[in-house]
Nanobody
């Protein structure tokens, strides 16, 4: 069973950058499909960036140009770089894996982390 653990969230000012990460724990198994989702208070969870094992990525149009997804297959770590933070980026960010590759639909993913909170102040 894949175990995912996010870290790196916190409070930041608008206009700054943040890098969050997700460690995958399952021995030597590397999920082929992984991604980042977020859920703001009172809103549904939405996909922001996903990546497959070959490095192909799909980034949501709403964050394109500010969010960059990357993965270290050797260390089994998934990253999300968020640049030019905006207050609307405030949300719980979740790492997910083992889904329909490059899909931004959360129901396509089976394994989830507990999330890391990102709070952006103006």
């Amino acid at each position: 069973q894949v175990q995912l653990r996010e870290s790196g969230g916190g409070s930041a000012r608008a206009g700054t950058s943040l890098n969050i990460s997700c460690v995958v724990s399952i021995g030597t198994y590397t999920p082929y499909c992984m991604g980042w989702f977020r859920q703001a208070p009172g809103k549904e969870r939405e996909g922001v960036a996903v990546i497959d094992g070959d490095g192909n990525a799909n980034v949501a149009a709403s964050v394109l140009g500010r969010f960059t997804i990357a993965r270290d297959k050797i260390k089994n770590v998934l990253y999300l770089q968020i640049d030019n933070l905006k207050p609307e980026d405030t949300a719980m960010y979740y790492c997910a894996s083992s889904g329909n590759c490059l899909s931004l639909v959360d129901s396509d993913y089976r394994a989830w982390g507990q999330g890391t909170q990102v709070t952006v102040s103006a």
